[in-house]
């Protein structure tokens, strides 16, 4: 079992910067991967970015060039940088890890991200 809690969400302006970052316990050194999605009211929750045990990165598109994706595997720490936020980037932002048994996703409780003049 892995428990996953985010934090450094927050109100900021469009052209600013804002740090998230998630701390996993539990059986953190089981984690296969780590990943950051992102949820509006009504949508479906969609990837932003993610990072594997072994360093390799994704990034949607519309994050990509903006948002930096970094991973402590010593501390089970995962962080997303995000800069030159927009408006359409507010969202719960959620912290994934994929882990044993077998392949289980684990999900934090999110952290709201708001980016508005």
């Given at each position: ?26 059986s ?24 594997t ?42 912290c ?22």
């Amino acid at each position: 079992q892995v428990q996953l809690v985010e934090s450094g969400g927050g109100l900021v302006q469009p052209g600013q910067s804002l740090r998230l970052s998630c701390a996993a316990t539990g059986s953190a050194s089981t984690i296969y991967s780590m990943a950051w999605y992102r949820q509006v009211p009504g949508n479906q929750r969609e990837f932003v970015a993610g990072i594997t045990a072994g360093g390799k990165i994704n990034y949607s598109g519309v994050v990509k060039g903006r948002f930096s994706i970094s991973r402590d595997n010593a501390k089970n720490v995962v962080d997303l940088q995000m800069n030159s936020l927009v408006p359409e980037d507010t969202a719960v932002y959620y912290c994934n890890a994929v882990a044993p048994p077998g392949i289980t996703d684990y999900w934090g409780k999110g952290t709201l991200v708001t980016v508005s003049p």
